[in-house]
């Protein structure tokens, strides 16, 4: 490594001081160096980021993690100091850092039981190795053309393994490669990716000689950076490939065993609990990181072999795990279940999400061998099926590998069980590749709007969302999901009073199934590592919404709630207002950010400086649902357009904690925008006429509902150089009479698509209707139009028609 772990943070900090805004509103967090510590021991972070001179508190999303001190060092770096207890669980903790002005993204760093040790120069090769204990934790970085090398004490027997946490680690796609050596500098193993932890490669070996063995860690490619962080585990503990079976049953003892490891298989005895993890425990010693094990309430069934071909005679009763190995090329397994007729069952199988090489797929036959339901893939390589079972009786479940392959390590388990109703709740990514509106900030006596979605599983009808835990003053604002919605607005509001304070909130969705109330929690996917394809090779699930009162803003935005419905095929002008500090200047750009489905407007509605209110016209297609739907917009500093002095600009400057401000998105409260059926509709014939001339289009209407005392009609679809006057009506009149002028260079040709326009204004909101779509306005050159003994146009078909028609007449007959 060409770089210590300090070089490479003070690197990542000139690089984050470089391109930070002097002004940036909203914290970030890029780096957290090392990025791991020890249970039961305190041990501080370096943060790299934005924004984190004014840090107040850490929020974590896992327990066992208490911040004693947040110290920043400037607005871009600070040191945090933790304590880590002794239960504190291992692995990945999500956290995110509280400012006065908003929340940082999320970040992640890991919990070994080991003593961390930080990797050391020069240690380039074997000869230049770095001397470890056994049964530590390296922190290290990988730098461009880096190798890592340590070394280790070993006796002729000992077991001794070796895992690699890089991706793991949530900063980059690392994909390291894992040597051991022995004494004499050949290679035992050399490992790069592996079923269970993907990228992240570990081995175990048992010495083949006394002395003095050497660990290398590079990136395959031999590339790397400052960002390229790893932590390697040395020591005598067990590092086992799978567990088999690879889940069992809450608060039941489980016999397991333990597959893949050097020194052989062993077997272990644990009695699952909620939250509970499996570690490989052999000789006193633990392995570093937990084995993949599912949690069931449901009993264990283990595989009988032979079971290729006949599945057990004595059929089991669901829900239950089917378990098992498929362990050797060509291997099938079968179980029998009793089902009743018209019940669902869901069968979803866990092989390569635990670890496991196996591709399989999964088949259900009854008693005759005639399959009834298949699948392969869904969603990953592990298929999952739900299966309604036609009539009572007896089935049978296979699973093999869709290559043909097989081994000791191709482990699975298929879970059987009732396809229940179920809810979860999550937000809905602009983008993919960061982690915009996945955090709510809140103004202190403002609003913001957030957009929450509903995953559903068999359950129909309107969803309800709803927070709990919130900061103190803060109220949460709508929610309400209708069928065939995937998301929904919802805004928080702060009251002004409200203390600077942040929350993991949490979030539950809520609907009916059956008559009955179902419920669901908040689940939300942070990607934390992407690699190809928009691959996802490392996240972190949470399970609350992070939510934070700021300090105040400069403005705030309102949004006048219609006073009459938006009509299909129609417009209706929205009135927004903006209230600003006086200090405060810049025109305010707003945004729709949710309108209904086939409604839609400007991008943007930008409220100058100086002015205070702003017109948005909404626009209804024919196709959109007469429905009530909550709306809102959302506001935030635009672009000013005047030029300031020197010293406008410097005192803009040195009100740091107001310009601080600028850069936030504020909402309106939520209005109720009801699309309606069109109250006035119309019908117009269409009509031709020469260039030079004025052409006459009547209009006959029919009145429905409600509509403006007085109206403007206008005729839009013209072509050029063809002008009409509008026409004031009233809403009892029943025909419009336009007069169409045809410029004498007008365009010779058939204009479909005309449609009439009537504007008003009803209960005090400008609205519009389009009537009367469809009709064509036909232009002929001048002397060039045939018309009919009533005047009426004729078709180039009747013309041509009408002239076949006069040379038969002028033609003699030949007949005597």
């Known amino acids: 490594m060409h770089r210590s772990v300090r070089a490479c943070w003070m690197m990542v900090a000139s690089v984050m ?18 990025g791991i510590g020890q249970r039961g021991t305190e041990f501080s972070f370096k943060v790299v980021g934005a924004g984190l001179d004014e840090a107040e508190e850490v929020l974590f999303y896992r327990p066992g993690i208490q911040c004693l001190e947040i110290k920043p060092a400037s607005e871009n770096e600070l040191t945090l100091r933790f304590q880590a207890s002794a239960d504190c669980p291992l692995g990945s903790h999500g956290f995110r850092i509280r400012t006065r002005r908003g929340i940082t993204e999320l970040r992640v760093f890991r919990i070994t039981a080991l003593p961390v040790v930080m990797s050391s120069e020069p240690n380039e090769s074997p000869a230049a190795a770095q001397k470890v204990d056994h049964n530590v934790t390296i922190a290290g970085v990988i730098d461009s053309a880096d190798v890592d090398c340590y070394q280790v004490t070993l006796k002729k027997g000992e077991t001794f393994a070796a895992e690699v946490e890089a991706v793991r680690m949530g900063v980059s796609l690392l994909d390291t490669v894992l040597t051991i050596r022995g004494p004499d500098g050949a290679v035992l193993t050399m490992v790069d990716d592996t079923p269970l932890f993907r990228q992240d490669p570990f081995a175990s070996i048992v010495a083949p000689q006394d002395g003095v063995y050497s660990v290398e860690v590079r990136e395959t490619n031999n590339e790397g950076d400052e960002n390229s962080r790893y932590a390697l585990h040395l020591g005598r503990f067990p590092r086992p490939a799978a567990v088999y079976p690879a889940g069992g049953p809450l608060g039941q003892e489980t016999a397991i ?8 298989e062993f077997t272990q005895t644990v009695t699952p609990t909620t939250g509970f993890e499996l570690f490989a425990e052999r000789s006193g010693l633990r392995a570093p990181t937990p084995q993949p094990f599912r949690l069931a309430a449901f009993p264990n069934i283990l595989e009988l072999e032979p079971n ?16 098992g190995i498929i362990q050797q090329d060509g291997d099938r397994d079968s179980f029998s279940f009793q ?5 669902t069952w869901q069968f979803e199988l866990y092989g390569e999400r635990i670890g496991s090489p196996l591709d399989a797929v999964m088949t259900i036959s009854d008693e005759s061998g005639m399959a009834l339901a298949r699948c392969d893939d869904f969603e990953s390589h592990d298929p999952r099926l739900v299966f309604s079972v036609p009539q009572s009786g007896t089935y049978r479940l296979s699973v093999t590998d869709k290559r043909g392959a097989g081994g000791p390590l191709f482990i699975y388990r298929v879970e059987a069980t009732k396809a229940d109703a179920k809810l979860t709740a999550f937000l809905p990514r602009p983008n993919r590749l960061s982690q915009e509106r996945q955090t709510v900030s809140i103004p202190r006596g403002n609003r913001v709007v957030t957009f929450v979605a509903a995953q559903r599983r068999g359950v129909t009808g309107p969803l309800q969302f709803s927070a709990g835990q919130l900061p103190d003053g803060v109220v949460f604002n709508g929610g309400r999901l209708v069928d065939d919605q995937f998301w929904t607005p919802v805004v928080l509001e ?12 949490a979030v539950e969705v809520s609907g009916q199934h059956d008559g009955r109330s179902i419920y669901g929690g908040f689940e939300q996917t942070i990607d934390l590592v992407n690699g190809p394809g928009d691959a996802l090779y490392q996240g972190y699930t949470t399970d609350r919404l992070a939510v934070a009162v700021t300090e105040p803003a400069p403005f705030r935005i309102e949004l006048d709630p219609p ?5 299909q095929d129609g417009t209706i002008t929205l009135r927004v207002r903006v209230d600003r500090s006086d200090d405060f200047t810049s025109p305010v750009d707003v945004t729709f950010p949710f309108l209904p489905p086939w409604v839609d407007g400007p991008d943007k509605l930008t409220i100058p400086t100086g002015e205070s209110t702003g017109s948005y016209v909404a626009r209804a297609w024919a ?13 935030k500093p635009g672009l000013a357009t005047s030029t300031m002095t020197e010293g406008e600009m410097s005192a803009r400057r040195s009100r740091r904690s107001r310009s601080a401000s600028f850069d936030v998105r504020l909402a309106t409260a939520l209005v109720d925008l009801t699309i309606i059926p069109p109250p006035i509709t119309g019908v117009m014939a269409s009509v031709a006429g020469e260039q030079g001339q004025t052409v006459r289009m009547r209009c006959q209407l029919d009145v429905l509902a409600d509509v403006p005392e007085t109206m403007t009609a206008t005729l839009e679809g013209l072509p050029n150089r063809v002008t009409v006057e509008p026409v004031v009506l009233t809403k009892s009149q029943r025909t419009i009479d336009f007069g169409i ?3 004498t260079d007008a365009p010779v040709g058939e204009f479909p698509g005309l449609v009439c326009r009537l504007s008003g204004q009803l209960h005090g909101q400008d609205v519009s209707y389009c009537v009367a779509r469809g009709c064509t306005l036909e232009i002929k050159p001048a002397g060039k139009l045939v018309t009919d003994a009533d005047g009426r146009p004729l078709s180039r078909l009747e013309v041509l028609r009408r002239e076949k028609q006069v040379r038969s007449e002028k033609t003699p007959s030949l007949n005597p």
Do not use: H, Y
């Open 17 to 34: 001081l470089a391109t930070a805004s002097l002004q940036a509103a909203s914290p970030s967090m890029e780096a957290v160096v090392p």
């Open 257 to 264: 065993k333990f597959l893949g490891d050097a020194a052989g």
């Open 308 to 323: 290729d071909d006949t599945a057990p005679a004595t059929a089991v009763t669901l829900p239950v795990a089917f378990n």
């Open 339 to 343: 089902a009743d007729a018209d019940q």
């Open 494 to 505: 702060a009251a002004a009073e409200a203390p600077l304070a942040g929350r993991l909130a």
């Open 563 to 567: 006073t009459t419905g938006l009509s």
């Open 623 to 635: 196709d959109a649902t007469p429905r009530m739907w909550p709306i809102c917009a959302e506001g």
């Open 741 to 743: 002028r045809l410029g």
